[in-house]
């Protein structure tokens, strides 16, 4: 058995909860089988988190493994692509569901829409978004980076999206794929409010 190190499992309040101790091997194995699941739910490959941790495939590996010894270093540049903190990388086993309140969801004014962001976890390349206009109300989007895909539903109401020179009219259920890099603008145009959601895939800078 290795040698007993203090915990760094994951409290209600986020912190380290040091009176527990465990062992380095139990230690490795928590941060191999949170790394994977972090990894997998966000659909990266090794090759592809590694390229973002600027690390070698064969290092992650290892990490997944459970059987490395890694840097505090490495498990920081880790944590930050896959936007977690080092406590969620070592933390002992958690339900697999979470509840998130309404009010905890980012939400902003854009224009004249109510615009709530529907992805509480970090996922690199992807933003889904709830759009919510009033009668008559109208929202300019922003272009995003070159080569960015998005994909537009209407759930309720009516909704006419404006994009290169092109008038799609959306009624509930259906989408319109456009290119993200473009400007556009999302409009309401009946009496009633109209609610759409938005997912937007960006492509890394890299290409």
């Not at 992805?119 to 889904?128: A, E, F, H, K, S």
């Not at 998005?150 to 799609?168: D, F, N, P, Q, R």
């Amino acid at each position: 058995m290795g040698r007993a190190t203090p915990s760094v499992a994951a409290g209600s309040n986020g912190l380290a909860d040091f009176h527990r101790m465990v062992t380095d091997d139990e230690l490795g194995g928590r941060l191999g089988r949170n790394l994977r699941h972090l990894r997998d739910t966000r659909g990266m490959t090794q090759d592809q988190l590694a390229r973002v941790c600027g690390l070698p495939r064969a290092t992650l590996a290892n990490l997944e493994s459970g059987g490395a010894n890694p840097t505090l270093a490495v498990i920081h540049r880790v944590a930050e692509a896959l936007g977690v903190s080092l406590e969620e990388l070592v933390a002992a086993p958690r339900a697999e569901t979470r509840f998130y309140p309404r009010d905890t969801l980012e939400e902003r004014t854009q224009g004249q829409a109510q615009v709530r962001r529907l992805l509480p976890d970090y996922l690199p390349g992807i933003t889904l978004d709830r759009i919510a206009l009033p009668p008559r109300g109208r929202m300019t989007g922003a272009p995003h980076t070159e080569g960015t895909r998005e994909y537009l539903t209407c759930e309720s109401g009516a909704l006419v999206l404006a994009v290169a020179g092109a008038i799609w009219t959306l009624a509930p259920g259906d989408v319109v794929v456009f290119r993200g890099d473009q400007k556009h603008s999302y409009s309401n145009p009946g009496e009633d409010p109209a609610v759409g959601y938005s997912v937007v895939l960006l492509v890394p800078a890299n290409g």
